[in-house]
Structures are given as structure tokens and as C-alpha cells.
């Protein structure tokens, strides 16, 4: 009997410290709490409609996600929902009807796909009775347009071979953040998703929650905010990116775009950046293959560790005499067809700024 009484003891001792253990390495993230949202409607423009709720949608993301509640990450993403929606949780786009038409017959004809065989298509019945082609006549909203595809291609004969592609809408929510990367970042996603991620970021609290994770949820060295608004609208790194491309520019000789893109994802040719990267391949005692792995990991924050990134700003700057800077707001053109003014990725990056600038109280934590 003493025995087996040891051997349970020694379970329990083991099980308990399994458990200690685990809690020492996995505290538990904050719960959302009424002295957050406070502060987050504090911090809201006057006006938005429940703004109570907002706050919620807000304070779960940041809890959710383990980012502090400070008042610069809240204003941050107040300033990007202000920019993008208004704190409209579907906006209205002018003239979306024409336009999803349009971009509808740009793509077919890309894929060689004949008008005759769009328009059978659209005059199909929809579940809701009407066709296709009047349900688009109709669309206000980017999540009806998405929802009105996502149903034609799944209803329509061959539909996912044909039309699999034709989903005109790759941002949505009101902070306008990429359904592709809400459907790679999903693995903590607090709420039960109905239906889809896709759905989810078309809702407030899964519009949150990712436009959050995309502006907030990455490590950066920035010592200015801007430079993590221009990221969200050209993506993670863009701006440190940017600063790279005018160092290897300095350091090759070789006139670069300041786009932020630093290889030709999905091709397997070198790009402009990583031709310039080559040519100075002697002086950075690296090879062609080390560069190119290591310009891969420009999506990431260790890139900025590697040899290659810190071997090039040693030799740009022994050419231009001074240091340089380390994040530039990258020169793109915002291209989309709802996009009808000449807008670039720095507007963006400045106007969210000014938004935020507002938010902010004087002496805030």
C-alpha cells in the first residue's frame, strides 16, 4: 500500500508542477474591461454611432492579441478607422455598381473569357430571386459585392472554374484590411467564425480585430508613427524596406523605386532591387543564392540582423559621408478600382497622421 501511495503522491507532485509550469510560461492576456473602453471613447471622434460598442469591438481585439491599450495604439487605429470608414462599419462606395462591372469584364477578358458567357452567367436566378445581374445593379456596400460573388461563383454552373478569381473585393471591413491577411492570421481569432474569415472581416468586430493585428501586431524600429501607417497600406516592413532600396541605390549606383519590394515574389528572375543587390555581391562577400534567401526574409523583423542589410548601409554610407536613414515612406501609387484620384501610399501615410496628431492628448502614455 505504501507504495502505491508514493506513486500516486509523485503523480500529483509531477502533475501540479506540469501545471505551475505552464502558467509560468503562458500568463493569461489581459480580459477586456470597462476602463479600457472608456478610454477608447474618450479618445473617438464625436458622433460615431454606438460608440460603446466600437469600443468593445476594440478592447477584445487589443486584449485578444495582447497588445497594450495605450493611448498612441488607440489612436492609431481610431485614425485608420477615421480615415477608411468614418467608423462606418459598411461604407457606401460611390458608383460601385459601375465599377464592380467593370472590373468584372477586365478580368474575364484576361482570362480569354467571352462577354456572352458573363452575361449568361449574370442572368442566372440568385438564391434571393433576383439574377445576378440585378443583385450587382443594386450593390452599395463592398460586403454586398463580396457576398454577391462569393455566392455567383459558388451558384453558377462551373462557377469556381471559371469565375473562381473574379471576387473584385481584397479589402474590406472599416479599416479596409486585406482579406488574404486575415485569412493567414486567423489562428487566435476570439470570436466564432460564421461562415468564413471572409465573412468575418466584413463585420465590425472581425474588421477590427484584423485591421488591429495588420497595424499593430509586428515588432518595428520606427521612431516616427508614420512610417507604420504607410505599412499598413503597402505592408509589413514597407517603409524600413523603402530606406533599404535608397541605401543599396547610394551603395550601387543603380536608380531604384522606393516601393519597399525587395524580390519578385512568385517569379523566379531577379527584380531591379536584387539585380543592384548583386552587383555589389564582392563587396558584401555573399553569393547570389545568399542573396536572394536573405532578401526573402524582407517580410520579416530579423532581416534587419542579417549581414546583407547591415553590410549595405556600411557601404552606402561610407559613400555619401553621412548616415542614412533607416525608414523612408515608400513612393507607390495606390491602384484600385474604386481608387479614381492620383493617391499614393505616402497621402495615405500622411493623412492618418494628421488624424492621429488630433487624437492624441497632450502628455499621453
Not at 217 to 242: E, L
Not at 256 to 262: F, V
Not at 302 to 318: D, G, H, N, V
Amino acid at each position: 500500500m505504501d507504495f502505491y501511495k508514493r506513486l500516486r503522491d509523485s503523480a500529483a507532485i509531477l502533475l501540479l508542477s506540469v501545471l505551475l509550469a505552464s502558467c509560468a510560461t503562458q500568463p493569461e492576456r489581459r480580459p477586456p474591461s470597462a476602463a479600457v473602453q472608456n478610454k477608447i471613447v474618450r479618445l473617438m471622434p464625436s458622433g460615431v454611432t454606438d460608440a460603446r460598442g466600437w469600443a468593445a469591438d476594440i478592447d477584445t481585439a487589443l486584449a485578444a492579441q495582447d497588445i497594450p491599450a495605450t493611448t498612441q495604439n488607440i489612436c492609431a487605429i481610431v485614425a485608420v478607422t477615421e480615415q477608411e470608414s468614418g467608423f462606418k462599419p459598411h461604407p457606401a462606395v460611390p458608383g460601385l455598381a459601375k465599377i464592380a462591372r467593370r472590373e468584372l469584364e477586365r478580368r474575364a477578358a484576361a482570362r480569354h473569357i467571352p462577354a456572352f458567357v458573363v452575361d449568361a452567367a449574370l442572368a442566372l436566378q440568385s438564391p434571393d430571386g433576383r439574377s445576378y445581374r440585378e443583385r450587382l445593379k443594386d450593390v452599395r456596400t463592398e460586403a454586398e459585392l463580396s457576398a454577391l460573388f462569393q455566392d455567383f461563383i459558388g451558384m453558377v454552373p462551373l462557377g469556381k472554374r471559371l469565375f473562381s478569381s473574379f471576387n473584385p473585393v481584397d479589402t474590406g471591413g472599416p479599416m479596409q484590411v486585406s482579406i488574404a491577411f486575415a485569412e493567414a492570421h486567423d489562428q487566435d481569432y476570439p470570436y466564432p467564425v460564421e461562415g468564413s474569415i471572409r465573412n468575418e472581416v466584413f463585420s465590425r468586430r472581425g474588421g477590427m480585430y484584423f485591421g488591429i493585428a495588420h497595424l499593430l501586431g509586428y515588432p518595428t524600429h520606427y521612431h516616427r508613427i508614420i512610417y507604420r501607417f504607410a505599412d499598413f497600406n503597402a505592408g509589413w516592413y514597407a517603409s524600413r524596406n523603402a530606406a533599404l532600396q535608397n541605401a543599396i541605390s547610394v551603395a550601387s549606383g543603380m536608380p531604384l523605386a522606393l516601393d519597399g519590394d525587395l524580390v519578385l515574389y512568385g517569379s523566379d528572375e531577379p527584380g531591379a532591387t536584387e539585380r543592384a543587390v548583386r552587383s555589389l555581391r564582392d563587396k558584401l562577400d555573399l553569393t547570389n543564392e545568399q542573396i536572394h534567401e536573405t532578401l526573402e526574409q524582407g517580410e520579416t523583423y530579423e532581416f534587419q540582423a542579417s549581414p546583407l542589410y547591415k553590410r549595405i548601409y556600411e557601404l552606402a554610407e561610407r559613400i555619401a559621408g553621412q548616415p542614412l536613414p533607416r525608414a523612408v515612406l515608400p513612393g507607390i501609387k495606390l491602384e484600385s478600382p474604386k481608387i479614381t484620384h492620383n493617391l499614393t501610399t505616402a497621402w495615405f501615410a500622411k493623412r492618418v497622421s494628421e488624424r492621429f496628431w488630433r487624437c492624441m492628448p497632450p502628455a499621453s502614455s
